[in-house]
């Protein structure tokens, strides 16, 4: 099993920035790529942007490209989130997720595991 403990969240002003973290525990030996998806209130959950374990591939949604930047830190078990000129489509529940492969997040199949969460909205 691996634990992910999504934080970061907040309220922030449209154009403002926020960094998200995630916190990967538990089993070891399993090089596992890390994502971010993002759930708004009566839409589905979207793919957010996804990382490779050596971190050498990244994907972005088009939606984000060139204002999200994702990375991880494998000592620390973390990945991050870089949210810069945020919007208030951004809104959403933002969840953390490991799967084999950055691609498998990217193409939507379901991650082998979730984090629990955490809420960002960006005011207009």
């Known amino acids: 099993q691996v634990q992910l403990v999504d934080s970061g969240g907040g309220l922030v002003q449209a154009g403002g920035s926020l960094r998200l973290s995630c916190a990967a525990s538990?089993?070891?030996?399993?090089?596992?790529?890390l994502g971010w998806f993002r759930q708004a209130p009566g839409k589905d959950r979207e793919f957010v942007a996804s990382?490779?374990?050596?971190?050498?591939?990244?994907y972005y949604a088009d939606s984000v490209r060139g204002r999200f930047t994702i990375s991880r830190d494998n000592p620390k078990n973390t990945v991050y989130l870089q949210m810069n000129n945020l919007k208030p489509e951004d809104t959403a529940r933002y969840y953390c997720?490991?799967?084999?492969?950055?691609?498998?997040?990217?193409?939507?199949?379901?991650?082998?595991?979730w984090g629990q969460g955490t809420q960002v909205t960006v005011s207009s």
């Open positions: 997720a490991a799967a084999s492969s950055a691609g498998q997040l990217r193409r939507g199949e379901k991650p082998d595991y």
């Open positions: 538990g089993r070891t030996g399993y090089n596992y790529a």
């Open positions: 990382i490779s374990w050596s971190g050498e591939t990244r």
